[in-house]
């Protein structure tokens, strides 16, 4: 049988949201797609003033949090007529990244990154950075691409390091509509969902600032305390969750989609077993 016979896996990632569900369904779940986050891509002059900020400071380092804000800006550049002069800069300048995806986008343009982090997470980059000798930070004029949000903690070292940030923010994470919120929240609240597959912060904060504004957070706490598992697919994300007081979450040491869904299948496999032997 099926290590997710029967349960009702709801994904809250609007990217991808497709080829998840289908790794759902070969582990004999039902997806259930519940967006709690949007992505506004910026407008091309936006973009394209992003790009220009990078081609003119006079930039040391660049710390990539996200493949995708990397590669919109590659876009951007391009559509400028800059991609030339965008991948001249890069190969000039020193590179700090946070994740395989950014690392692989930073390999598509012939780069290996100066610094990296050693688990995925904003913390473990920081570590990176550190170990790397704060030294090398200071003075420095730093390009610090956002990945949706602020980023407190980068900005905290960099500020301590002496060093001076220029932010990049090629994309941001919105709320979705709030009725997608609501019947969410309603479906947790009778019990319907076994299991939620978490893909980034903002998706878990975006939910409970609903259920704040509802009244009904503490509720939804015990939810996911007693009945429904989170599965947080990095530590950056079961951070977010933590901090809204959940303490239950499955999160594998794999950060990747694939890796969440196979590693939540195992869990309901683990547990139907200890119930029934």
Known sequence: MPKCEGKVIALTGPRKAEEMSLLVVKQGGTPLVRPTQGTIFEQFEHLAAEVDKLLE?????????????????????????????????????????????????????????????????????VRAMTAHGVEQWHDSCVALQLHGDPAPLLNEFLHHAGAQPIELMPYRHIPPDEAVLK????????????????????QIRFLFAYAKEAGIADKLRQVFQERTLLAMV???????????????????EEERMGALIVALSRWFDSNERSVNP
């Not at 660049?62 to 919109?72: P, Q, R, S």
């Not at 019947?183 to 903002?202: C, K, M, N, Y």
């Not at 990095?234 to 594998?252: H, N, Q, S, W, Y």
């Open 183 to 202: 019947q969410f929240a309603s479906e947790l609240l009778e019990g319907r969902i076994d299991a939620v597959a978490i893909t980034s912060a903002p």
């Open 234 to 252: 990095g530590k950056v994300t079961a951070a977010a969750a933590a901090d809204e007081g959940i303490t239950r979450m499955l999160v594998p």
């Open 57 to 125: 400071s006079p930039i040391q380092w660049a710390i990539w949090t996200t493949g995708m804000g990397l590669d919109k800006l590659l876009e951007a550049a391009r559509e400028a007529k800059k991609e030339e002069a965008f991948l001249a800069k890069m190969r000039q300048i020193q590179h700090a990244a946070r994740g395989y995806k950014t690392v692989n986008a930073l390999k598509r343009l012939g780069i290996v990154p100066d610094v990296r982090d050693d688990d995925g997470s904003t913390v473990g980059l």
